[in-house]
């Protein structure tokens, strides 16, 4: 199987650039898999979605997005988010708590966040 260049970025930092087998991610239209080949597309990405890769080196990784873009050409697949944050990276109990915040931002991020964590549990 051929491998796609993937980019998650964002607005804070660059969370991952490689190749990876297939990139998933839940847009406003539904859940896409993109694999290299795919047709050019842009699509929304889903408000407190999540987006998994499977690098062609290393184990799968899953982000919890917070609005932002996927763009897919015949090159790259890149995905461009406003937050995004790698499920290892999130303190479960913390985002629980988050989640009663009067900031609607920070109780957004929390779901995102903890979006990721049950998709990384899934398998």
């Known amino acids: 199987m ?3 260049t993937v980019e998650l970025v964002a607005v804070e930092r660059m969370l991952w650039s490689g190749t990876a087998s297939i ?3 839940q847009t406003t239209e539904g ?6 080949g795919h047709e050019p597309m842009l ?7 999540v987006v998994t890769i499977r690098p062609t080196d290393g184990d799968r990784l899953v982000a919890g997005v917070q609005g932002g873009f996927l763009s897919v050409s015949p090159e790259k697949v890149t ?13 479960a109990s913390q985002a629980e708590s988050q989640l009663q915040d009067e ?3 920070v109780r957004a991020r929390a779901e995102a966040s903890l979006n990721a964590v049950r998709r990384k549990a899934e398998g």
Do not use: C, F, H
């Open 43 to 49: 699509g929304q990405l889903r408000e407190n979605g």
């Open 31 to 36: 859940e896409i898999g993109v694999l290299s």
């Open 103 to 105: 900031d609607e931002s």
């Open 79 to 91: 995905i461009l988010a406003d937050y995004a944050i790698w499920a290892d990276e999130v303190d």
């Open 2 to 4: 051929a491998d796609i």
């Open 23 to 25: 990139v998933t991610a």
